[in-house]
Protein backbone atom coordinates (compact mmCIF):
# COMPACT_ATOMS: atom_id res chain seq x y z
CA UNK A 1 0.00 0.00 0.00
CA UNK A 2 0.96 3.73 -0.12
CA UNK A 3 0.68 6.85 1.34
CA UNK A 4 -1.39 7.80 4.74
CA UNK A 5 -4.30 9.34 4.41
CA UNK A 6 -3.63 12.56 4.92
CA UNK A 7 -7.26 13.48 6.53
CA UNK A 8 -9.28 12.74 9.95
CA UNK A 9 -12.03 10.25 9.46
CA UNK A 10 -14.79 9.99 12.02
CA UNK A 11 -15.99 6.49 11.49
CA UNK A 12 -19.32 5.26 12.90
CA UNK A 13 -19.99 1.39 12.74
CA UNK A 14 -23.87 0.47 12.66
CA UNK A 15 -23.65 -3.44 13.89
CA UNK A 16 -20.07 -3.40 15.28
CA UNK A 17 -20.61 -6.22 17.49
CA UNK A 18 -22.28 -8.60 14.27
CA UNK A 19 -20.19 -10.98 12.84
CA UNK A 20 -18.98 -9.00 9.57
CA UNK A 21 -17.69 -6.34 12.06
CA UNK A 22 -15.62 -8.30 14.43
CA UNK A 23 -14.16 -10.99 11.95
CA UNK A 24 -13.38 -8.51 8.83
CA UNK A 25 -13.72 -4.83 9.55
CA UNK A 26 -12.15 -4.57 12.74
CA UNK A 27 -9.27 -7.08 11.67
CA UNK A 28 -8.75 -4.87 8.64
CA UNK A 29 -8.65 -1.61 9.82
CA UNK A 30 -6.32 -2.78 12.87
CA UNK A 31 -4.10 -3.91 9.39
CA UNK A 32 -4.26 -0.21 8.72
CA UNK A 33 -2.82 0.66 11.51
CA UNK A 34 -0.25 -1.69 12.07
CA UNK A 35 0.77 -0.41 8.03
CA UNK A 36 0.86 2.87 9.81
CA UNK A 37 -2.41 4.47 7.22
CA UNK A 38 -4.85 5.68 9.61
CA UNK A 39 -4.48 9.71 9.94
CA UNK A 40 -3.86 9.92 13.82
CA UNK A 41 -6.84 11.82 14.15
CA UNK A 42 -9.47 8.93 12.84
CA UNK A 43 -11.50 7.76 15.45
CA UNK A 44 -14.43 5.05 15.67
CA UNK A 45 -17.64 4.70 16.79
CA UNK A 46 -18.32 1.16 16.93
CA UNK A 47 -22.75 1.71 17.55
CA UNK A 48 -24.99 -1.78 18.70
CA UNK A 49 -27.63 -2.57 20.37
CA UNK A 50 -26.12 -3.95 23.61
CA UNK A 51 -26.07 -2.17 26.33
CA UNK A 52 -21.95 -2.14 27.15
CA UNK A 53 -19.70 0.72 27.90
CA UNK A 54 -16.87 1.46 25.70
CA UNK A 55 -14.26 -0.39 27.80
CA UNK A 56 -16.25 -3.39 27.81
CA UNK A 57 -16.04 -2.81 24.09
CA UNK A 58 -12.62 -2.55 23.74
CA UNK A 59 -12.11 -5.77 25.64
CA UNK A 60 -14.33 -7.50 23.63
CA UNK A 61 -12.88 -6.12 20.53
CA UNK A 62 -8.99 -7.29 21.55
CA UNK A 63 -10.85 -10.74 21.82
CA UNK A 64 -11.67 -10.64 18.64
CA UNK A 65 -8.62 -9.45 16.92
CA UNK A 66 -6.67 -12.11 18.86
CA UNK A 67 -9.00 -14.27 17.23
CA UNK A 68 -9.07 -13.08 14.10
CA UNK A 69 -5.83 -11.61 12.98
CA UNK A 70 -3.17 -13.94 12.16
CA UNK A 71 -0.69 -14.80 14.78
CA UNK A 72 2.50 -13.49 13.32
CA UNK A 73 0.48 -10.36 12.56
CA UNK A 74 -0.87 -9.45 16.02
CA UNK A 75 1.07 -6.50 18.03
CA UNK A 76 -0.65 -5.78 21.81
CA UNK A 77 0.98 -2.64 21.33
CA UNK A 78 -0.61 -1.80 17.57
CA UNK A 79 -3.81 -3.40 19.43
CA UNK A 80 -3.93 -1.39 22.06
CA UNK A 81 -3.00 2.28 20.13
CA UNK A 82 -5.96 1.10 17.61
CA UNK A 83 -8.32 0.47 20.38
CA UNK A 84 -7.57 3.69 21.94
CA UNK A 85 -9.46 5.00 18.87
CA UNK A 86 -13.00 3.02 19.50
CA UNK A 87 -15.39 4.51 21.69
CA UNK A 88 -18.70 2.59 21.68
CA UNK A 89 -22.40 3.93 22.20
CA UNK A 90 -25.44 1.44 22.54
CA UNK A 91 -28.27 2.60 20.06
CA UNK A 92 -31.64 1.23 19.51
CA UNK A 93 -31.70 2.34 15.46
CA UNK A 94 -35.60 2.56 15.52
CA UNK A 95 -35.70 5.17 18.03
CA UNK A 96 -34.87 8.47 16.33
CA UNK A 97 -34.74 10.34 19.80
CA UNK A 98 -31.40 8.08 19.74
CA UNK A 99 -29.05 9.80 17.17
CA UNK A 100 -28.76 12.56 18.85
CA UNK A 101 -26.04 11.28 20.63
CA UNK A 102 -23.57 10.37 17.71
CA UNK A 103 -23.26 14.30 17.19
CA UNK A 104 -22.07 14.85 20.39
CA UNK A 105 -19.21 12.20 19.37
CA UNK A 106 -17.97 14.04 16.32
CA UNK A 107 -14.82 15.64 15.97
CA UNK A 108 -14.44 19.39 16.65
CA UNK A 109 -11.61 19.31 14.11
CA UNK A 110 -12.79 19.03 9.88
CA UNK A 111 -12.97 15.30 9.34
CA UNK A 112 -14.75 13.34 6.84
CA UNK A 113 -17.44 11.58 8.21
CA UNK A 114 -17.83 7.73 7.14
CA UNK A 115 -21.09 5.47 7.92
CA UNK A 116 -20.90 2.28 7.80
CA UNK A 117 -24.21 -0.08 8.24
CA UNK A 118 -22.80 -3.26 8.69
CA UNK A 119 -26.71 -4.17 9.57
CA UNK A 120 -29.10 -6.34 7.66
CA UNK A 121 -30.06 -3.96 4.33
CA UNK A 122 -34.11 -3.74 5.82
CA UNK A 123 -32.60 -1.05 8.33
CA UNK A 124 -30.62 1.09 5.91
CA UNK A 125 -33.53 3.32 4.90
CA UNK A 126 -34.16 3.56 8.54
CA UNK A 127 -30.78 4.08 9.90
CA UNK A 128 -30.11 6.92 6.62
CA UNK A 129 -33.36 8.58 7.58
CA UNK A 130 -32.99 8.96 11.53
CA UNK A 131 -29.20 10.12 10.71
CA UNK A 132 -30.99 13.11 8.09
CA UNK A 133 -33.62 13.10 10.72
CA UNK A 134 -30.89 14.73 13.56
CA UNK A 135 -28.45 16.00 11.17
CA UNK A 136 -26.04 13.80 11.73
CA UNK A 137 -25.12 13.51 8.13
CA UNK A 138 -24.95 15.94 5.12
CA UNK A 139 -23.74 15.98 1.37
CA UNK A 140 -20.21 15.20 2.08
CA UNK A 141 -21.04 12.03 4.28
CA UNK A 142 -20.17 8.43 3.04
CA UNK A 143 -21.69 5.82 2.91
CA UNK A 144 -20.77 2.19 2.85
CA UNK A 145 -23.53 -0.58 2.56
CA UNK A 146 -23.00 -4.61 2.27
CA UNK A 147 -24.87 -6.86 0.28
CA UNK A 148 -27.62 -8.35 -0.65
CA UNK A 149 -28.96 -5.29 -2.16
CA UNK A 150 -32.32 -6.74 -1.88
CA UNK A 151 -33.32 -10.52 -2.77
CA UNK A 152 -34.39 -9.34 -6.55
CA UNK A 153 -34.75 -6.46 -8.99
CA UNK A 154 -37.90 -4.85 -7.19
CA UNK A 155 -36.50 -5.01 -3.76
CA UNK A 156 -33.29 -3.99 -4.56
CA UNK A 157 -34.83 -0.86 -5.89
CA UNK A 158 -36.81 -0.44 -2.83
CA UNK A 159 -33.24 -0.14 -0.69
CA UNK A 160 -31.54 1.90 -3.62
CA UNK A 161 -34.71 4.06 -3.29
CA UNK A 162 -34.60 4.57 0.13
CA UNK A 163 -31.22 5.68 0.38
CA UNK A 164 -30.89 7.71 -3.06
CA UNK A 165 -33.65 9.84 -0.94
CA UNK A 166 -30.76 10.64 2.22
CA UNK A 167 -27.77 10.72 -0.11
CA UNK A 168 -26.53 11.38 -3.65
CA UNK A 169 -25.21 7.90 -5.56
CA UNK A 170 -21.13 9.51 -5.49
CA UNK A 171 -21.84 9.53 -1.20
CA UNK A 172 -22.35 5.70 -2.03
CA UNK A 173 -19.92 2.96 -1.31
CA UNK A 174 -21.52 -0.27 -1.81
CA UNK A 175 -19.40 -3.37 -0.94
CA UNK A 176 -18.47 -5.93 -3.25
CA UNK A 177 -15.86 -7.26 -1.47
CA UNK A 178 -14.05 -9.44 -4.22
CA UNK A 179 -13.35 -5.96 -5.67
CA UNK A 180 -11.09 -5.57 -2.92
CA UNK A 181 -9.01 -8.97 -3.85
CA UNK A 182 -5.66 -7.50 -4.93
CA UNK A 183 -5.93 -10.58 -7.59
CA UNK A 184 -9.55 -9.32 -8.96
CA UNK A 185 -7.99 -5.35 -9.51
CA UNK A 186 -4.75 -7.40 -10.98
CA UNK A 187 -7.70 -8.52 -13.75
CA UNK A 188 -7.31 -4.52 -14.72
CA UNK A 189 -3.89 -4.45 -14.91
CA UNK A 190 -3.65 -7.67 -16.79
CA UNK A 191 -5.75 -6.39 -19.51
CA UNK A 192 -5.01 -3.01 -19.86
CA UNK A 193 -1.01 -2.81 -18.94
CA UNK A 194 -0.65 -5.02 -20.76
CA UNK A 195 -0.69 -4.86 -24.96
CA UNK A 196 0.14 -8.60 -25.53
CA UNK A 197 -3.35 -9.71 -24.25
CA UNK A 198 -5.53 -6.53 -25.39
CA UNK A 199 -4.75 -7.33 -28.87
CA UNK A 200 -6.20 -11.00 -28.04
CA UNK A 201 -8.90 -10.03 -26.09
CA UNK A 202 -11.97 -11.23 -28.18
CA UNK A 203 -13.97 -13.57 -30.38
CA UNK A 204 -11.40 -14.18 -32.88
CA UNK A 205 -8.68 -15.71 -30.16
CA UNK A 206 -10.62 -17.06 -27.22
CA UNK A 207 -12.65 -19.99 -27.41
CA UNK A 208 -14.33 -20.08 -24.43
CA UNK A 209 -14.02 -18.69 -20.26
CA UNK A 210 -14.32 -20.46 -17.20
CA UNK A 211 -14.84 -18.91 -13.76
CA UNK A 212 -15.26 -21.16 -10.58
CA UNK A 213 -15.61 -20.06 -7.30
CA UNK A 214 -15.54 -23.09 -5.19
CA UNK A 215 -15.91 -23.42 -1.53
CA UNK A 216 -15.37 -26.22 0.80
CA UNK A 217 -16.77 -25.13 3.55
CA UNK A 218 -21.34 -25.53 4.23
CA UNK A 219 -23.35 -22.93 5.13
CA UNK A 220 -21.68 -22.99 8.40
CA UNK A 221 -25.02 -21.65 10.72
CA UNK A 222 -26.36 -19.24 8.41
CA UNK A 223 -29.15 -21.65 7.57
CA UNK A 224 -31.61 -18.87 8.15
CA UNK A 225 -30.10 -16.48 5.51
CA UNK A 226 -28.78 -18.86 2.97
CA UNK A 227 -32.13 -20.58 2.60
CA UNK A 228 -33.52 -17.67 1.48
CA UNK A 229 -30.49 -16.68 -0.49
CA UNK A 230 -29.10 -20.31 -1.91
CA UNK A 231 -26.04 -19.76 -4.25
CA UNK A 232 -26.94 -17.59 -7.25
CA UNK A 233 -28.14 -14.52 -5.35
CA UNK A 234 -25.57 -15.47 -2.72
CA UNK A 235 -22.47 -15.21 -5.27
CA UNK A 236 -23.52 -15.12 -8.91
CA UNK A 237 -25.67 -11.76 -8.40
CA UNK A 238 -22.86 -10.10 -7.15
CA UNK A 239 -18.66 -11.40 -7.33
CA UNK A 240 -19.11 -13.81 -10.38
CA UNK A 241 -20.68 -11.00 -12.31
CA UNK A 242 -18.47 -8.47 -11.17
CA UNK A 243 -15.97 -10.81 -12.32
CA UNK A 244 -17.28 -11.36 -15.85
CA UNK A 245 -17.75 -7.93 -15.78
CA UNK A 246 -13.98 -7.83 -15.24
CA UNK A 247 -12.66 -10.11 -17.90
CA UNK A 248 -15.47 -8.92 -20.42
CA UNK A 249 -15.65 -5.37 -20.31
CA UNK A 250 -14.36 -2.80 -23.26
CA UNK A 251 -11.28 -0.96 -21.78
CA UNK A 252 -12.21 2.64 -19.95
CA UNK A 253 -10.55 5.48 -21.20
CA UNK A 254 -9.41 5.86 -17.64
CA UNK A 255 -9.37 4.38 -13.97
CA UNK A 256 -12.02 6.57 -12.96
CA UNK A 257 -15.33 5.22 -10.90
CA UNK A 258 -17.38 6.23 -13.52
CA UNK A 259 -15.30 5.05 -16.36
CA UNK A 260 -15.14 1.41 -15.24
CA UNK A 261 -18.63 1.38 -14.04
CA UNK A 262 -19.99 2.32 -17.43
CA UNK A 263 -18.48 -0.59 -19.23
CA UNK A 264 -19.12 -2.97 -16.59
CA UNK A 265 -23.01 -1.94 -17.20
CA UNK A 266 -22.60 -2.23 -20.94
CA UNK A 267 -21.14 -6.39 -20.65
CA UNK A 268 -24.22 -6.68 -18.00
CA UNK A 269 -26.64 -5.06 -20.12
CA UNK A 270 -25.69 -6.86 -23.12
CA UNK A 271 -25.64 -10.54 -21.31
CA UNK A 272 -28.60 -13.00 -23.19
CA UNK A 273 -31.25 -13.33 -21.18
CA UNK A 274 -31.77 -17.37 -20.13
CA UNK A 275 -34.99 -18.24 -21.24
CA UNK A 276 -37.27 -21.21 -20.29
CA UNK A 277 -36.04 -23.23 -23.41
CA UNK A 278 -32.70 -22.72 -22.46
CA UNK A 279 -32.50 -23.92 -18.96
CA UNK A 280 -31.44 -27.42 -19.98
CA UNK A 281 -29.04 -26.63 -21.86
CA UNK A 282 -27.47 -23.22 -19.75
CA UNK A 283 -28.36 -24.02 -16.29
CA UNK A 284 -27.97 -26.80 -13.61
CA UNK A 285 -28.55 -26.40 -9.85
CA UNK A 286 -27.60 -28.44 -7.02
CA UNK A 287 -27.64 -29.37 -3.76
CA UNK A 288 -25.38 -31.37 -0.95
CA UNK A 289 -26.37 -33.95 0.54
CA UNK A 290 -23.96 -35.81 2.85
CA UNK A 291 -20.32 -36.40 1.81
CA UNK A 292 -17.17 -35.22 3.23
CA UNK A 293 -15.04 -32.16 3.80
CA UNK A 294 -11.05 -32.31 4.86
CA UNK A 295 -11.31 -36.28 5.31
CA UNK A 296 -14.91 -36.04 7.77
CA UNK A 297 -17.27 -37.00 7.09
CA UNK A 298 -20.05 -33.90 7.00
CA UNK A 299 -24.30 -33.52 7.12
CA UNK A 300 -26.03 -32.70 3.96
CA UNK A 301 -27.90 -29.27 3.41
CA UNK A 302 -31.17 -31.07 4.22
CA UNK A 303 -29.78 -32.15 7.69
CA UNK A 304 -27.53 -28.49 8.37
CA UNK A 305 -28.29 -27.31 11.84
CA UNK A 306 -31.77 -25.21 11.80
CA UNK A 307 -33.10 -26.86 8.10
CA UNK A 308 -37.01 -27.63 7.12
CA UNK A 309 -36.83 -30.32 5.33
CA UNK A 310 -38.07 -30.21 1.41
CA UNK A 311 -36.42 -27.06 0.40
CA UNK A 312 -35.34 -26.58 -2.86
CA UNK A 313 -32.25 -23.62 -2.19
CA UNK A 314 -29.30 -24.27 -4.48
CA UNK A 315 -25.93 -24.54 -3.01
CA UNK A 316 -24.33 -25.05 -6.42
CA UNK A 317 -25.18 -23.58 -9.60
CA UNK A 318 -22.88 -23.79 -13.02
CA UNK A 319 -24.07 -21.62 -15.79
CA UNK A 320 -23.31 -21.23 -19.68
CA UNK A 321 -23.38 -17.20 -20.17
CA UNK A 322 -23.30 -15.66 -23.37
CA UNK A 323 -22.84 -11.81 -24.15
CA UNK A 324 -24.08 -10.74 -27.17
CA UNK A 325 -22.28 -7.93 -28.72
CA UNK A 326 -18.92 -7.29 -31.02
CA UNK A 327 -16.39 -8.52 -28.62
CA UNK A 328 -17.60 -11.80 -26.94
CA UNK A 329 -20.16 -13.55 -29.65
CA UNK A 330 -19.85 -17.20 -29.75
CA UNK A 331 -17.98 -16.98 -26.81
CA UNK A 332 -19.68 -18.99 -23.61
CA UNK A 333 -18.80 -17.82 -20.38
CA UNK A 334 -18.65 -20.82 -17.93
CA UNK A 335 -19.50 -20.04 -14.22
CA UNK A 336 -20.15 -22.38 -11.48
CA UNK A 337 -19.62 -21.93 -7.64
CA UNK A 338 -20.95 -23.75 -4.84
CA UNK A 339 -20.75 -25.16 -1.22
CA UNK A 340 -18.81 -28.14 0.18
CA UNK A 341 -16.88 -28.47 -3.13
CA UNK A 342 -13.83 -30.41 -2.98
CA UNK A 343 -11.31 -27.22 -2.22
CA UNK A 344 -11.85 -23.23 -1.74
CA UNK A 345 -10.84 -22.32 -4.91
CA UNK A 346 -11.17 -19.25 -6.98
CA UNK A 347 -9.99 -19.25 -10.68
CA UNK A 348 -10.30 -17.85 -14.12
CA UNK A 349 -9.38 -19.56 -17.35
CA UNK A 350 -9.00 -18.12 -20.44
CA UNK A 351 -9.06 -20.77 -23.35
CA UNK A 352 -7.75 -19.41 -26.61
CA UNK A 353 -8.02 -20.88 -29.57
CA UNK A 354 -5.95 -23.17 -31.52
CA UNK A 355 -3.18 -22.43 -34.73
CA UNK A 356 -5.38 -21.71 -37.44
CA UNK A 357 -3.65 -24.74 -39.08
CA UNK A 358 -2.24 -27.45 -37.45
CA UNK A 359 0.96 -29.09 -38.28
CA UNK A 360 2.08 -31.44 -35.40
CA UNK A 361 1.10 -34.56 -34.81
CA UNK A 362 -2.48 -35.44 -34.89
CA UNK A 363 -3.17 -37.72 -31.56
CA UNK A 364 -1.64 -33.94 -30.03
CA UNK A 365 -4.03 -31.83 -31.26
CA UNK A 366 -5.87 -31.84 -27.84
CA UNK A 367 -2.78 -29.76 -26.48
CA UNK A 368 -3.58 -27.12 -29.12
CA UNK A 369 -4.89 -24.12 -27.01
CA UNK A 370 -2.81 -21.79 -24.97
CA UNK A 371 -4.55 -21.03 -21.37
CA UNK A 372 -4.55 -18.32 -19.32
CA UNK A 373 -5.16 -19.57 -15.56
CA UNK A 374 -5.78 -16.67 -13.36
CA UNK A 375 -5.65 -17.66 -9.64
CA UNK A 376 -7.21 -15.57 -7.31
CA UNK A 377 -7.23 -17.68 -4.49
CA UNK A 378 -5.22 -19.16 -2.52
CA UNK A 379 -1.93 -19.16 -4.11
CA UNK A 380 -2.71 -15.36 -6.36
CA UNK A 381 -1.07 -15.58 -9.73
CA UNK A 382 -1.16 -16.28 -12.99
CA UNK A 383 0.10 -18.85 -15.29
CA UNK A 384 -0.15 -18.73 -19.05
CA UNK A 385 0.27 -22.09 -20.35
CA UNK A 386 1.71 -22.46 -23.39
CA UNK A 387 3.22 -25.40 -26.15
CA UNK A 388 7.09 -26.14 -26.80
CA UNK A 389 8.61 -28.71 -28.22
CA UNK A 390 9.53 -31.64 -25.62
CA UNK A 391 13.68 -32.15 -24.67
CA UNK A 392 15.42 -34.97 -26.21
CA UNK A 393 16.84 -36.53 -29.29
CA UNK A 394 14.40 -38.89 -29.31
CA UNK A 395 11.26 -36.69 -28.79
CA UNK A 396 11.12 -35.42 -32.61
CA UNK A 397 8.41 -32.60 -32.97
CA UNK A 398 6.27 -33.55 -29.43
CA UNK A 399 4.95 -30.96 -28.34
CA UNK A 400 4.57 -30.79 -24.13
CA UNK A 401 2.41 -28.28 -22.56
CA UNK A 402 4.33 -25.86 -19.29
CA UNK A 403 3.44 -22.88 -17.83
CA UNK A 404 5.05 -19.51 -17.48
CA UNK A 405 4.29 -18.81 -13.83
CA UNK A 406 3.28 -16.04 -11.83
CA UNK A 407 3.53 -16.57 -8.37
CA UNK A 408 2.80 -13.29 -6.64
CA UNK A 409 4.00 -13.93 -3.44
CA UNK A 410 7.39 -15.39 -4.65
CA UNK A 411 8.33 -13.38 -7.71
CA UNK A 412 7.60 -9.81 -5.72
CA UNK A 413 8.55 -11.44 -2.15
CA UNK A 414 5.36 -9.87 -0.74
CA UNK A 415 5.05 -11.16 2.78
CA UNK A 416 1.15 -10.67 2.71
CA UNK A 417 -2.01 -10.47 0.05
CA UNK A 418 -3.95 -7.53 2.12
CA UNK A 419 -7.39 -8.27 2.99
CA UNK A 420 -10.08 -7.06 0.48
CA UNK A 421 -11.98 -5.21 3.85
CA UNK A 422 -8.23 -3.30 4.24
CA UNK A 423 -8.27 -2.24 0.33
CA UNK A 424 -11.54 -0.99 0.67
CA UNK A 425 -11.62 0.42 3.71
CA UNK A 426 -8.92 1.94 2.84
CA UNK A 427 -10.18 3.42 -0.35
CA UNK A 428 -13.46 4.47 1.51
CA UNK A 429 -11.52 6.80 3.50
CA UNK A 430 -9.64 7.83 0.23
CA UNK A 431 -12.88 8.54 -1.01
CA UNK A 432 -12.57 6.58 -4.07
CA UNK A 433 -15.50 4.84 -5.43
CA UNK A 434 -13.76 2.83 -8.50
CA UNK A 435 -14.19 -0.20 -6.19
CA UNK A 436 -18.09 0.06 -5.25
CA UNK A 437 -20.97 -0.83 -6.94
CA UNK A 438 -23.11 1.83 -8.65
CA UNK A 439 -26.70 1.28 -8.63
CA UNK A 440 -27.18 0.50 -11.80
CA UNK A 441 -24.90 -2.38 -11.87
CA UNK A 442 -26.78 -3.47 -8.74
CA UNK A 443 -29.69 -3.57 -11.03
CA UNK A 444 -28.87 -4.83 -14.25
CA UNK A 445 -27.21 -7.71 -12.24
CA UNK A 446 -30.37 -8.86 -10.61
CA UNK A 447 -32.50 -8.54 -13.52
CA UNK A 448 -29.80 -11.25 -15.71
CA UNK A 449 -30.44 -13.53 -12.28
CA UNK A 450 -34.16 -13.24 -11.51
CA UNK A 451 -34.94 -14.72 -14.94
CA UNK A 452 -32.67 -17.47 -13.72
CA UNK A 453 -34.87 -17.77 -10.40
CA UNK A 454 -38.17 -17.40 -11.69
CA UNK A 455 -37.37 -20.15 -14.18
CA UNK A 456 -36.98 -22.29 -11.81
CA UNK A 457 -40.14 -21.26 -10.35
CA UNK A 458 -41.81 -21.77 -12.65
CA UNK A 459 -40.78 -25.34 -13.72
CA UNK A 460 -40.80 -26.46 -9.96
CA UNK A 461 -38.05 -28.40 -11.26
CA UNK A 462 -35.81 -29.55 -7.78
CA UNK A 463 -32.18 -29.21 -7.68
CA UNK A 464 -30.11 -31.88 -8.48
CA UNK A 465 -27.82 -33.80 -5.68
CA UNK A 466 -24.53 -33.84 -5.38
CA UNK A 467 -22.13 -35.42 -2.65
CA UNK A 468 -20.42 -32.49 0.30
CA UNK A 469 -16.51 -33.19 -1.57
CA UNK A 470 -17.44 -33.65 -4.86
CA UNK A 471 -17.46 -31.01 -8.11
CA UNK A 472 -21.15 -30.81 -8.03
CA UNK A 473 -24.01 -32.19 -9.81
CA UNK A 474 -22.61 -34.67 -12.94
CA UNK A 475 -25.14 -32.48 -14.97
CA UNK A 476 -23.02 -29.75 -14.89
CA UNK A 477 -19.83 -31.79 -16.27
CA UNK A 478 -22.69 -32.78 -18.93
CA UNK A 479 -23.26 -28.93 -19.57
CA UNK A 480 -19.98 -28.69 -20.42
CA UNK A 481 -19.30 -31.78 -22.05
CA UNK A 482 -22.09 -31.26 -24.91
CA UNK A 483 -20.33 -28.13 -26.03
CA UNK A 484 -16.84 -30.20 -26.68
CA UNK A 485 -14.86 -28.93 -23.26
CA UNK A 486 -14.26 -29.50 -20.00
CA UNK A 487 -13.72 -27.90 -16.46
CA UNK A 488 -10.32 -27.02 -16.20
CA UNK A 489 -9.78 -29.82 -12.97
CA UNK A 490 -11.13 -32.15 -15.58
CA UNK A 491 -8.91 -31.58 -18.30
C1 LIG B 1 -19.88 -13.89 0.82
C2 LIG B 1 -20.98 -14.92 0.82
O1 LIG B 1 -20.29 -12.74 0.12
O2 LIG B 1 -18.72 -14.43 0.19
C3 LIG B 1 -20.53 -16.18 1.52
O3 LIG B 1 -22.13 -14.40 1.48
C4 LIG B 1 -19.25 -16.69 0.92
O4 LIG B 1 -21.53 -17.20 1.44
C5 LIG B 1 -18.20 -15.58 0.84
O5 LIG B 1 -18.77 -17.76 1.71
C6 LIG B 1 -16.97 -16.02 0.08
O6 LIG B 1 -15.98 -15.03 0.18
P1 LIG B 1 -14.44 -15.39 0.08
O7 LIG B 1 -13.74 -14.09 0.15
O8 LIG B 1 -14.15 -16.31 1.24
O9 LIG B 1 -14.26 -16.10 -1.23
Not at 302 to 317: D, Y
Request: aromatic residues 8%; contains cysteine.
Amino acid sequence: MADPINTRCDLMMFGALGDLAQRKLFPAMYQLERAGLLHKGTRILAIARNKADSSEVRKTLLGKLKEHVRKDEFDAGVAEQFLQRVDYQFLDFTNPDGYGVLNDWRSKEPSNLIVYMATPPAMYGEISRNLRGNNCCDQNTRVVVEKPIGHDLESSKVINDELGEVYNEDQLFRIDHYLGKETVQNLIALRFANNLFASQWDQNHISHVEISVAESVGIEGRWGYFDKAGQVRDMVQNHLLQLLCLIAMDPPSDLSADSIRNEKVKVLKAMRRITPDMMDTHVVRGQYTAGTSGGKPVPGYLEEEGAARGSKTETFVALKAEIDNWRWSGVPFYIRTGKRLPEKLSQIIIHFKPAPHYIFDPDQKHLANNKLIIRLQPDEGMSLQILTKDQGLDKGMRLRQGPLELTFSETFETDRIPDAYERLLWEVMKGNQYLFVRRDEVEHAWQWVDQIMRNWDDSGVPPKRYAAGTWGPVASIAMITRDGRSWYEDA
